[in-house]
């Protein structure tokens, strides 16, 4: 379970898809960056996303931080390495 887990957190600090979270165009703060396994199967993980969204005045939001979250559908190949993920 911890190797999953290290490959999960791995993947989500480098995926695209999380920035579909994002609500002022921002970024994110990857030490605030939280998830929780909701499923769990040999080919997928169902997890719960969150973490703060940075703003700056060039944003259209002004500057601050914004909570974020969402759910994600991550595959995984048959070593247990996310693959892919898909937005739920």
């Not at 600090?13 to 999380?18: A, H, I, K, Q, V």
Request: aromatic share 10%; with cysteine.
């Amino acid at each position: 379970m911890y190797h999953l887990m290290q490959n999960i957190e791995r993947y989500l600090l480098s995926c695209r898809e999380l920035t579909a979270f994002c609500t002022c165009n921002g970024w994110i703060d990857e030490t605030t960056l939280y998830y929780e396994i909701i499923e769990r199967s040999d080919q997928e993980v169902i997890a719960l996303v969150q973490f703060e969204e940075v703003l700056t005045q060039e944003s259209g939001c002004g500057a601050g931080r914004v909570a974020c979250q969402g759910r994600l559908r991550l595959l995984l190949d048959r070593y247990g390495q996310v693959y892919r993920a898909e937005l739920l």
